[in-house]
């Protein structure tokens, strides 16, 4: 192998300002230790898109979320749990420690491989793309890392250059449902239609809230030809009542 000079000083430099210490319990070596991964409940069943998820037999949507654009949801954990926010926070904000993408992969592959759902070979994975200059300043797309993860273990194609924002939106933490669905509204647009035409597409993100972010890409990748868009998430924001 190459010698790879600035990535070797690159970690040098980030093992001094990051010490590899569990997010959670502090353990050394690890930024998830085994013990606080196995304390993460993944979720064994599939849920419908509503706010107060129901439960379903099937694969897909009850009848309250017909009218919905997206598919169906699989999302492996809830957001509420204290490890989970951690971990998909540090992702977000400290692009250092990129390999956070790892055990929050392996939450998606553990939620996948518990409900036994296997994509087709030909779908095609799509992470939610940030806005160029966001994308810039924070250095990376977290929604991007887990996707190239996931599509090295479930041997499914990703593409990160087709859907794209134009529309450099307000943040969605702190707006109303309404005012997401506004604030998102002609934020996307794809590049080539034909590549996507009659496609299974799979839509990558960290968090699931209202979820008006993925419906708006749904709108968008059907409006150009895919067949059918499902969302697939680390975790979900759900209204415990
Ligand atoms: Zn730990
Ligand atoms: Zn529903």
Redesign the pocket.
């Known amino acids: 192998m190459k010698f790879d000079f600035f990535s070797n000083i690159k970690d040098f430099i980030l093992d001094i300002i990051f010490p590899k210490k569990c997010l959670n319990c502090g353990k050394e070596g690890t930024f998830c230790c085994e013990d606080c991964f196995s304390l993460i409940s993944i979720n064994p069943f599939e849920y419908?898109?509503?706010e107060n998820?129901?439960k379903l037999p099937n694969t897909g949507?009850?009848?309250?979320?017909e009218k919905?654009t997206l598919n169906g949801l699989y999302s492996a954990t809830d957001f509420k749990q204290k490890i989970v926010k951690r971990l998909i926070h540090n992702l977000k904000y400290h692009q250092q420690i990129k390999e956070l993408s790892y055990p929050l992969s392996a939450l998606i592959l553990t939620h996948l491989y518990f409900v036994a759902k296997v994509f087709p070979i030909d779908s095609l994975l799509i992470p939610v793309p940030l806005f160029t200059k966001r994308k810039r300043r924070r250095g990376f797309n977290q929604a991007e890392e887990i996707g190239k993860i996931i599509s090295e273990k479930i041997n499914i194609q990703i593409t990160t250059e087709n859907l794209i924002r134009i529309k450099n939106t307000k943040q969605q933490v702190g707006l109303s449902k309404n005012e997401r669905e506004k604030n998102i509204k002609d934020a996307f647009t794809v590049k080539d239609k034909e590549s996507i035409k009659n496609k299974i597409i799979i839509l990558i993100d960290d968090v699931y809230t209202t979820g008006a972010t993925m419906e708006e890409c749904a709108k968008t990748l059907k409006k150009a030809g895919a067949k059918q868009v499902w969302g697939l998430t680390v975790a979900r924001e759900i209204n415990h009542q």
């Open positions: 419908c898109l509503c998820p129901q949507k009850c009848f309250h979320c919905k």
